[in-house]
């Protein structure tokens, strides 16, 4: 008859895993049942060629949002278990409830569909850990089994405190499975994963294997006793399964990280301090560590890491601090009745000794060595969807390897090879995929100052496991990712609510160098702007189309795909912009200023030659905005709300700003507009509101333009002092948004006096062959022809 030993392990508990890998090597099992999904069975295989961590994932085939993963880590029992089984060529398989079954169970938590299976919903140690002192069962844990050296014994005392605990339970979980199915209509998920557990180990025994050796969770141990007295009956087991729902599920590997093993991730059955473990596991002796490793060495180890750590990152760490943290740690050891000293103990020791009670450091201490950044590796033969296949040669091709460690990536996009990089990102981003965060676009530090800011991207990079699955999810939509991009483009843009996401997917789309799916969007956006007329909706899709000019020769895209859309939401801006100006308060006019403000500096984008040399039309009162090019009608769009006198102070003063600043309006006809409506006879908070349009949070004008500086002096010089407290809070609104550099220089100029201010009305006298001199350079530096 077969012998069967079961080993309760805590799952990622390196102890655990070294007391196993001790048990087999002495007891030498013929057949390794281990808690995991049959539906990884195929996978085993691979299990030499993979490099934890690693999970395997398990999800619906119709329905790939439903997964779950299996975490394996290096000091996982369970992976030691396929390890060793691996290595000596023995029977290996998974026994617990089928993910077929489990997943077509009711969802539980739809904001979390992707959990790991057998998370515990009580701590059965609790009892155990505060009749011995501890705060809970894991500190508990962590000091009688996972920090521990010695192995033997260690099962047997396992068993007996979690059949102790079982017995304990008011509520037992699956230990007492009915006789009787109907007895309980819908069993608790434990007393299933329990009962398929009890019948994987029957046929094992009835395959005649010499020596089964079960590892699964230790608080299933007292369940899967099938000679005790009372043990649930073969029959029982399956009246109990029969029935479970059923779908179709794929399995694969999937490469983990420490990150997402800490319980903090939302890994249920994961651990806090996974960094901690790998360090318990490498220096515990036996296999995976240095024979004969003692807790001063652990705790010696431990300290010189942090040091090292330290010294990265310039901070002073001397040999002398470490063997004062590694004596104090010892002696906190010693005052706990503890045989070597634990992570809390080391904590508390780098605390004192080494950063000197700072827990800034203590906090990147924690980030990089407690919890650790490693990532796993899954071999390229594992099966995969095409979809990820195509990223892994991407990858490969682009030089780009996923890592759990952020990582920079300034990409300078007039190189080739960086383009594509960036085409790469912005795909995936597209597909829910933020492999990359785009940090900012403009000139990259130490830049020669010619590079121009167009020509850079800077992404923050960063791979995350749970990217595997939304890949799974992705392939729906194609098996590249050039297609399923496109694809999900043309899906998603009926589902836009307004035209500036329709933009805004027009230029992610051209970022991406999907041109199927910049027609797709923009055919939705130029019809959904046909039967649009909110003045509002149509600016705001301006800025995001004009990046179509900024980015379109650097990234080779043709930006006439959108030109003619752009120019066409132009129009309908322009036509309905003065009207859309009147009539509104306070709120709507600010609404409608950030608006106007974003889409005329996207518009000066798409600016051309042949735009500029219309512009004058734009100064002729017969022209009008259907006889000219789109520049030209906003720019009369412009000039007719600035003289507008039933559209908003605020918005008459902004537009005549923008004008004056583009040349569209000489000083002299500015200062005539500003002397009106800061007359006295203006009503202070209109005059008021146009002085905050007209200034645009700028104070340049007011520093260098002494007409400005002096009618606005000579408007609140002259007025009342009833009108001047109700418009002294306006004008301090108006006046705060400077900058405190702009306010003091303002304040010095009004410590002059008017008139010690001359304007600068004389051009400087510059020598034109040496004002020439550098123009080759420049050209050459900016990338502009001769």
């Not at 960094?275 to 300290?303: D, I, M, N, S, V």
């Amino acid at each position: 008859m077969s012998e069967t030993r079961l080993f309760g392990i805590r799952h990622h508990g390196p102890g655990c895993a070294r007391s196993l890998r001790a048990a087999f090597d002495a007891w030498a099992p013929t057949l390794v049942l281990v808690e995991g999904p049959p539906e990884a069975d195929a996978l085993l295989a691979h299990v030499p060629a993979l490099v934890p961590p690693v999970a395997v994932l398990t999800h619906a085939v119709d329905e790939p949002r439903r997964a779950v993963y299996h975490p394996f880590a290096r000091f996982s029992p369970e992976w030691q278990a396929l390890a060793w089984a691996a290595e000596r060529g023995v029977a290996l398989r998974f026994i617990d409830l089928p993910q077929a079954h489990r997943l077509a169970l009711p969802e539980e938590d739809d904001d979390a569909p992707a959990e790991a299976a057998g998370t515990p919903r009580r701590d059965p140690l609790g009892a155990l850990a505060q009749a011995a002192g501890f705060e809970d069962g894991e500190a508990w844990w962590n000091q009688q089994v996972e920090e521990r050296h010695e192995a033997a014994g260690l099962f047997e005392a396992i068993t007996e405190a979690m059949v102790a605990l079982r017995e304990a339970e008011t509520e037992p979980k699956g230990a007492d499975v009915p006789t009787d199915a109907s007895a309980e209509p819908t069993p608790d998920i434990d007393a299933l994963r329990e009962a398929h557990m009890r019948q994987c180990l029957r046929a094992a025994r009835r395959e005649d294997a010499e020596r089964i050796a079960v590892v699964c969770g230790a608080w299933h141990v007292p369940a899967l006793r099938l000679d005790v007295p009372g043990a649930p009956t073969a029959k029982a087991d399956t009246a109990l399964l029969k029935g479970a729902p059923k779908r179709k599920v794929a399995a694969t590997w999937v490469p983990w990280t420490y990150r997402h093993l800490a319980r903090a991730s939302g890994y249920g059955a994961g651990v806090r301090s996974p960094g901690w473990y790998e360090h318990l596991w490498a220096t515990g002796g036996g296999t995976g560590g240095p024979a004969g490793a003692t807790g001063r060495t652990r705790a010696a180890g431990w300290l010189a890491r942090v040091a090292t750590l330290m010294r990265e990152r310039d901070l002073d760490c001397s040999s002398g601090h470490l063997i004062e943290a590694t004596r104090l740690a010892e002696s906190l050891a010693a005052m706990r009745g503890r045989a070597a000293p634990g992570l809390d103990e080391l904590n508390e020791a780098t605390r004192a000794v080494l950063t000197m009670g700072d827990d800034t450091v203590l906090a990147f201490v924690c980030e990089a060595l407690v919890i650790g950044d490693r990532l796993g590796e899954v071999p390229a033969d594992v099966p995969t969807v095409p979809l990820q296949r195509d990223l892994e040669a991407q990858q490969k091709t682009l030089r780009l390897k996923p890592e759990a460690l952020q990582k920079t990536l300034d990409l300078d996009l007039r190189q080739p090879g960086d383009l594509a990089r960036s085409r790469l990102l912005h795909r995936l981003v597209l597909l829910g995929i933020p492999w990359g965060t785009l940090a900012r676009v403009g000139q990259r530090a130490g830049a020669p100052s010619g590079a121009r800011g167009s020509f850079h991207e800077v992404w923050q990079l960063q791979w995350q496991p749970e990217f595997a699955l939304r890949l799974i999810e992705a392939s729906r939509w194609g098996q590249t990712l050039e297609q399923a991009a496109t694809a999900c483009i043309h899906e998603r843009c009926p589902t836009l609510p307004g035209l500036a996401e329709l933009s805004k997917c027009v230029d992610d789309a051209l970022l991406a160098d999907l041109p199927a799916a910049v027609q797709a969007a923009t055919h939705t956006l130029q019809d959904r702007a046909a039967l649009s007329g909110d003045v509002p909706q149509l600016l705001a899709a301006l800025p995001a189309l004009a990046n179509v000019f900024r980015y379109g020769n650097v990234r080779q895209t043709d930006a006439t795909l959108v030109a003619g859309v752009l120019d066409g939401l132009v129009q309908r801006a322009a036509i309905g912009l003065p009207l859309a100006a009147q009539a509104l308060d306070e709120e709507a006019a600010g609404a409608l200023r950030e608006h106007l403000l974003a889409a005329h500096g996207a518009l000066r984008l798409r600016e051309a030659p042949a735009d500029a040399a219309t512009a004058a039309t734009a100064d002729d009162d017969s022209a009008t905005p259907e006889d000219a090019t789109p520049l030209a009608a906003w720019r009369h769009a412009l000039q007719q709300l600035a003289d507008s006198p039933s559209a908003h102070p605020l918005l008459q003063g902004l537009t005549l700003r923008l004008l004056l600043d583009e040349g569209q309006r000489a000083p002299a006809a500015a200062a005539q507009a500003m002397s009106l409506h800061l007359s006295a006879g203006s009503e202070p908070a209109e005059a008021a509101a146009w002085l905050d349009g007209f200034l645009n949070r700028n104070a340049t004008l007011l520093l260098h333009d002494a007409t400005v500086w002096q009618l606005l002096d000579a408007w609140l010089a002259g007025l009342s002092d009833a009108h001047f407290l109700r418009v002294l809070p306006l004008v301090r609104r108006c006046f705060s948004a400077f900058g405190p550099g702009e306010r003091r220089d303002l304040g010095a100029r009004a410590r002059q006096g008017v008139a010690t201010i001359t304007p600068a009305t004389v051009a400087p006298d510059w020598p034109a062959d040496k004002a020439a001199l550098p123009l080759p350079w420049l050209r050459r530096w900016l990338g502009v022809a001769a």
